[in-house]
Structure formats: structure tokens, C-alpha cells
């Protein structure tokens, strides 16, 4: 039996009290001057949005912070106190405490072990992308446009397409999305020691793997409908998020223990622990973010389910799509790979492909359930996963784009137009359009207009187009970006080229120069 989920979202009236031994009080002054809570605080600020909407902040109090860290924190303080021989002691359980609320929050996030570990970094995808690489046209010249004596035109033989290996999709998918790149990546190094460390500290205590069953995404059946699945979907989401923003609350109450203690060096352990815990809550919230809304759009599960279909897919373009059971609520990479000879055809095309329209519908069903104002959080915190369900999709679109193993020039121009598409069917105007709702409307919150998703348009765009070139030319361009795009989607971009291993060499170079130089000690 599944243990007690203690992160279930609670609108009951919370105590927020923490006890401080100082007896001089904390001024606003005192906590603005802090150099290391100004990021907490700019996260509070993020969270809260506009000032009317602060009512709706106690909708994301957690009774495990508020009803369990806070109150034992003020117990602990008082004990510290009162017999000072403890303090050490205290001190300990006090970092242990916040310890268990930080790893189990994380876990919540991320699902699992092993997603957690990728997304951290604590284990490698390379090995995952070599996976991706076998049985492909390493090996061989393909060219990014169609073969000379086949004038152009797709084949109805099966046959044509059978050599054509079904990319790999790796079980650990969504973290891979997720994943920071390199330009991104400056404070990882120090969250995953800081995450790894607390987990070592807490072997033997709790069992962080118990953590995978308090909450389960939505099941998907043929009963299931697009309204149901959102509505099931924004609540999990609503939970993940929660888990996730109350590290401000728990950073804050900690801030103030801290600065309320005397100044005894027994204390220092927990003055540094606390300076950590600041340093990395930012970034801790952000892979957080990803990983939740990753997960609300299926990045992974789905395509599990269907690739015994794209196998078929790739084989025989023209075999009826009806047998996938599963309604196409998602924007999977399968789904991406699955167009086949859409991708091949030497031809325009007037529109985008459905699957783009269907996932968009999704979505806005899915903000239609997360902005209700019965349930609604603070506009901030709307704002913040909707930008990062947006910034989930452009990356699912250009992992999709990146595993499609031939296309024509034409079949490039489709998944532009796909991007722009995507776009389009997400601006505040038409997911307003497809709710059937005024703007002003006081049952549904409009999406802010100011959305700055961690990707964009521009970033896919600019990597569509880069099939374009010679793989030479890619390669300076590579050499360029690197830090901006993950080492597997770069190795597609001239993964055709008949020195397409003399070429990934090179890559692999940019990528292994900019590793040591992260870890160079002075």
C-alpha cells in the first residue's frame, strides 16, 4: 500500500508562525539588505503577479510546510535554547527536515529515479543518443533530398521504406527534453551536488522511491475524453506546481530562523546549508517546472504506447493511422515521425499537419482547467506554466523534427510551417477563440500577453533551417551554437554527410572542450 501523499493541495486556513530566539525584531529593511534572499524574493514576486491576484496565493500553501516543517523548525529553535548542549544536534535534524521536503518535492516533480538522475545531470543521455544512432545511416550517404532516379515522387511500395530503422526513443524522453544546455547549465553542477548530498544524508531514513506513487498521471482509455483528460491533468499539475513554488515559503521561513539566531559558531553549519539551499532554490524550481508540465503533455508515456505503430508507419506510409486506439490529445515525437511520407513528398503544402491543431486543442482545454476561477492560482504562477507547457512543445516539435531519418526540402518547408502553426493556434487571441470565451470573461483568466517560453519559435525555426545547408556549412554554425542546443540534435543536422562520423568528431570536440573548462579549478 502506497504511503500518505502529505502534498495534496489544502484550502484550509494554515498557521504561518515561525519562532525566532533573537529578541530584536527582523525589519523589512534587515531582509531586504540579504544579498542571498533576493532571488527567493524575486521568485515570490514572479508567483504572486499582479497584487490583487496575492488572495489566491494560499490556494498553493502545503499543510506538510506550514503544519509540519514550520511548526517543528519552532520547535527545534526553542529546544536549541533552551538546553545549548543540543544545538549541534539540532542543528542536524533541522537540515534534515528540510533535507526530506527538498528531495521528496523534487522526486514529485520529476516521477522517478531515473528521470530525476538525467535531469541533473547525475547521469549521462549520451548513451541514450548512441542507442538512438544504431542501425542508422551513420554508416552511409543519404542526402537530405530525394534520390536522383526516384524523380521526386514517393513510392506506394512498401518495400521502398522498409530499411528505414524506427528511431529509439529513450525511456527517460522527458528529462531529456527538459534537460538544461549548456549555456543554461552554470549552476548545475552545484544543485546536483547539493540534491545528491541530501539524499545521501537521508539513506537509511526515508524512501525516496515511495514517492513515485503519490501521484499518478491521468489514465488514458478509449472512454476518455479531451475535457476529462485536461481537467485530471490540471489537477496533477496543480499539485506538482505546488510542491515546487513552496520551496519560496520554506526558504523564507528558514531565512528568518537563521537570521534570528544568536550568533554562536555551533550554528554555522545550518548558516551555510541555508546559503546553499538559496542558491540553488531558483534553478531547483526551474527543472521543476520543466519536468511537471513535460510530463502534463505526455512527452514520454504516449510514445511508449504507439511505437510499435511508428515502427509500422515507417515501413508502410500509407497504412491506416485508425489503429492507434489512443485519442491524439498529445504532441508526441511519434506523432512528429509518423507523418513519414509527408516528410519525403517533393511538394508544397498548403497546411500544417493535424497533429499540430490537436494539441492545440489540448492545451487550451488545459488552460481552461488550470484559470477557473474556483480553483485558480496566482496569475504568476498561471503565467509561469504556461510558458513552460509552450517552451515543452517547441522542444518536443524540434526532438520530433531532429529523429525524422529522410526528408525532402519540401518536407522541411512542412515542419516550419508546423512551428509557425503551433504558434499561431497557442496566442492569447485564438486559445481565448477556441474556449469560446471573452477576453473579460470572470470564469476563465486570459493569458497574459507578455509569454517568454524557455523556447520559442525562433529556436526551432533556426534549427529547421539549418538542414538546408551543406553539412559544412552546418558545422561552423555548430561550432557557434553549441551551448545553445543539445549534443544529439546537433549530431542530426549533418548525420546524412557521407563524413558524417569525421564531422560528429568535431561536435563532439565543441562539446568535451566546454565539460573540462566547466571543471577547471583555480
Request: hydrophobic share 40%; with cysteine; aromatic share 10%.
Amino acid at each position: 500500500m502506497a504511503s500518505k501523499n502529505p502534498f495534496e493541495i489544502d484550502q484550509d486556513p494554515i498557521r504561518t508562525e515561525i519562532i525566532t530566539t533573537n529578541s530584536e525584531p527582523i525589519t523589512w529593511e534587515d531582509i531586504c539588505s540579504d544579498e542571498g534572499i533576493k532571488p527567493i524574493f524575486e521568485l515570490l514576486s514572479i508567483y504572486l503577479g499582479e497584487s490583487a491576484d496575492q488572495a489566491n496565493t494560499v490556494k498553493v500553501f502545503l499543510k506538510s510546510v506550514f503544519d509540519g516543517v514550520f511548526p517543528w523548525i519552532s520547535r527545534l529553535i526553542v529546544i536549541m535554547e533552551k538546553l545549548p548542549a543540543l544545538k549541534e544536534e539540532g542543528s542536524k535534524v533541522l537540515r534534515g527536515m528540510i533535507d526530506l521536503y527538498v528531495t521528496t518535492a523534487f522526486r514529485l516533480c520529476s516521477s522517478n529515479r531515473k528521470l530525476e538522475r538525467v535531469l541533473i545531470g547525475a547521469d549521462s543521455i549520451r548513451a541514450a543518443t548512441l542507442n538512438e544512432q544504431k542501425g542508422s545511416n551513420m554508416n552511409g550517404h543519404r542526402t537530405t533530398s530525394p534520390p536522383i532516379f526516384d524523380f521526386g515522387f514517393s513510392s506506394k511500395s512498401s518495400q521502398v521504406h522498409s530499411n528505414k530503422p524506427a528511431p529509439v526513443i529513450s525511456p527517460t524522453a522527458e528529462a531529456e527534453l527538459c534537460a538544461l544546455v549548456l549555456g543554461e547549465s552554470s549552476g548545475l553542477k552545484h544543485l546536483r551536488e547539493f540534491l545528491l548530498a541530501s539524499q545521501k544524508r537521508l539513506e537509511g531514513i526515508a524512501k525516496l522511491d515511495l514517492v513515485d506513487g503519490w501521484i499518478h498521471d491521468p489514465l488514458i482509455t478509449e472512454d476518455t475524453t479531451a475535457e476529462d483528460l485536461a481537467e485530471d491533468t490540471a489537477r496533477v499539475l496543480e499539485k506538482r506546481q505546488a510542491a515546487s513554488c513552496n520551496h519560496v515559503f520554506v526558504a523564507l521561513g528558514l531565512f528568518l530562523v537563521v537570521r534570528g539566531l544568536p550568533s554562536s559558531s555551533r550554528y554555522n553549519m545550518i548558516r551555510d546549508y541555508t546559503d546553499q539551499y538559496f542558491k540553488n532554490v531558483p534553478l531547483m524550481i526551474t527543472l521543476s517546472n520543466r519536468i511537471s508540465c513535460m510530463r502534463s503533455i505526455r512527452g514520454r508515456e504516449i510514445l511508449g504506447e504507439v511505437s510499435v505503430f511508428v515502427a509500422q508507419i515507417l515501413c508502410n506510409p500509407f497504412r491506416c493511422s485508425n489503429q492507434f486506439s489512443h485519442p491524439r490529445f498529445f504532441l508526441g515525437v511519434s506523432q512528429i515521425i509518423a507523418v513519414s511520407s509527408g516528410w519525403e513528398e517533393s511538394k508544397l503544402h498548403e497546411n500544417a499537419n493535424d497533429y499540430v491543431e490537436d494539441f492545440c486543442d489540448f492545451l487550451a482545454l488545459l488552460w481552461g482547467a488550470l484559470s477557473t476561477a474556483e480553483r485558480r492560482f496566482p496569475s504568476g504562477i498561471l503565467k509561469t506554466l504556461w510558458e513552460n507547457l509552450l517552451g515543452g512543445g517547441y522542444m518536443v516539435l524540434l526532438d520530433g523534427f531532429s529523429k525524422v531519418p529522410y526528408c525532402s526540402t519540401e518536407g522541411r518547408s512542412l515542419m516550419s510551417m508546423d512551428v509557425a502553426s503551433y504558434r499561431s493556434l497557442t496566442s492569447p487571441r485564438a486559445i481565448a477563440e477556441r474556449l469560446e470565451e471573452d477576453d473579460s470573461s470572470p470564469r476563465i483568466c486570459p493569458i497574459p500577453m507578455d509569454i517568454q517560453p524557455y523556447r520559442n519559435m525562433a529556436y526551432v525555426d533556426t534549427y529547421i533551417k539549418m538542414f538546408y545547408f551543406p553539412s559544412k556549412d552546418a558545422l561552423e554554425w555548430i561550432k557557434t551554437n553549441y551551448e545553445q542546443y543539445h549534443r544529439r540534435h546537433m549530431i542530426s543536422l549533418i548525420s546524412n554527410d557521407r563524413d558524417a562520423k569525421s564531422l560528429a568528431n568535431e561536435i563532439d570536440t565543441c562539446y568535451r572542450v566546454k565539460e573540462r573548462a566547466t571543471t577547471v579549478r583555480i
